[in-house]
Every structure is written in C-alpha cells, then in structure tokens.
T-cell receptor
Framework: EDKVVQSPLSLVVHEGDTVTLNCSYE??????LLWYKQEKKAPTFLFML????IEKKSGRLSSILDKKELFSILNITATQTGDSAVYLC????????????FGKGTKLSVIP | SAVISQKPSRDICQRGTSLTIQCQVD?????MFWYRQQPGQSLTLIAT?????????ESGFVIDKFPISRPNLTFSTLTVSNMSPEDSSIYLC???????????FGPGTRLTVL
C-alpha cells in the first residue's frame, strides 16, 4: 500500500523564523510529488516536483526532492502569520492509472 | 490552473437524507475527482469521474452511497446518500487537464450531519 508520511504533524514558530517541513514516501511507480497549502477547505497548489535535486522556488517558499532517499522538504523563510495553514504533501504513483496519495499534513502556526 | 466552484459551500443535514454537491469548472478537463476529508484527517479519494463512463470508486466507497454524475467536460455531481453523522466531512472536487498533471481543487463543501 502506498504511504506518504509528513513530519512534524504540527509546528508553532514566531514571525521571521525559518521552517522546514518533511515528507517521506513509499509508493509504487513514483511519478511526481506535490505540495499544497490548505488554509480553510481548499488545498492550494504550491509545487510539483519530478526530478531529484532541482529546487523549486516561489518567493519565500522552496522545495526539493530526493528520489534516492524518497523524501522532499518544503522550506519557508521569514515566516509571516499568513503562512499559518496545513501543508499537505501528495505523491502521484501507481502502475497504469496514477493516483494522488496524501499525507496527513503539517499544521503550521506562525505567531506574531 | 483552473477556476472551480462548488455548491453548496456548506450544509447541515438530517440523518437519513441525501445531499448532492455540484462541481463546475471554467474550462473542459479530462479528469475530475471527488475527495473526502474527515475532521483531523487528510484527503481520501472517493472516486474518479470520467465523462461518458461510469465513475471509478476507491476501496471502501460504493456507488449506492456516493452516486456520481459527469454529464460533460466541465461539470460533475456527487451525492451523499442516506447520510449518517459519520458522513460529516469536507467534500472536495479536483480536476486535472491531463492525467498525472497537477490537480487543482475546488473550494470544498463542509457537510455536517445531525
């Protein structure tokens, strides 16, 4: 059974701190890994990673994938209160018909 | 990306009744998906809705409980039938333009069953 594990499950930091969120996976026929930000109900797409070692960046957020060690990290620098959310990691995998498997998420709380 | 709307955004329903959730996309998409997110849990795929064919359900989900329609390439509905309090969840639709590409999510429907 495909598995995606995120750590930590929750995290509280002060504004301006840098955080690293972790995602490890064990899946059949890995295709890509996605990061989402979920603030209320709808997950908002952040990054899609398919190649090892290539960092994706968007403003203060960045992510990298290690396909050999089967994990990805999401970095947020100079955190702001607006970064408070649940961050979800999901992996596309499967033979034939690909399916997204989600981790349980990391709940990030940024306090002033 | 895609602009996706869902109706209703939230509802409170009585046990034993049914609710139909609508998902509308601003452009034609190949794949549409329905997910459930129970309180404190991550997203679980209910089914894949393909236009012109029966929906494909994941293990633990059946058509009698969650009938799905996909009449065209921009619209789908999910019905939660004979509801019980255990069905209280957020229900999300998502779309892919091509299979294996990024999935974009609708705003979700928060369902509470009393």
């Amino acid at each position: 059974e495909d598995k995606v594990v995120q750590s930590p499950l929750s995290l509280v930091v002060h504004e301006g701190d840098t955080v690293t969120l972790n995602c490890s996976y064990e899946v059949t026929n890995f295709r890509s890994l996605l990061w989402y930000k979920q603030e209320k109900k709808a997950p908002t797409f952040l990054f899609m990673l398919t190649s090892s070692g290539i960092e994706k960046k968007s403003g203060r957020l960045s992510s990298i994938l290690d396909k050999k060690e089967l994990f990805s990290i999401l970095n947020i620098t100079a955190t702001q209160t607006g970064d408070s959310a649940v961050y979800l990691c999901a992996v596309y995998s499967g033979a034939g018909s690909y399916q997204l498997t989600f981790g349980k998420g990391t709940k990030l709380s940024v306090i002033p | 990306s895609a602009v996706i709307s869902q109706k209703p955004s939230r509802d409170i329903c009585q046990r034993g009744t049914s609710l139909t959730i609508q998902c509308q996309v601003d452009s034609q998409v190949t794949m549409m998906f329905w997910y459930r997110q129970q309180p404190g849990q991550s997203l679980t795929l209910i089914a894949t809705a393909n236009q012109g064919s029966e929906a494909t359900y994941e293990s633990g989900f059946v058509i009698d409980k969650f009938p799905i329609s996909r009449p065209n390439l921009t619209f789908s509905t999910l019905t939660v039938s004979n509801m019980s309090p255990e069905d209280s969840s957020i229900y999300l639709c998502s779309v892919e333009r091509t299979h294996g590409d990024t999935q974009y999510f609708g705003p979700g429907t928060r369902l509470t069953v009393l």
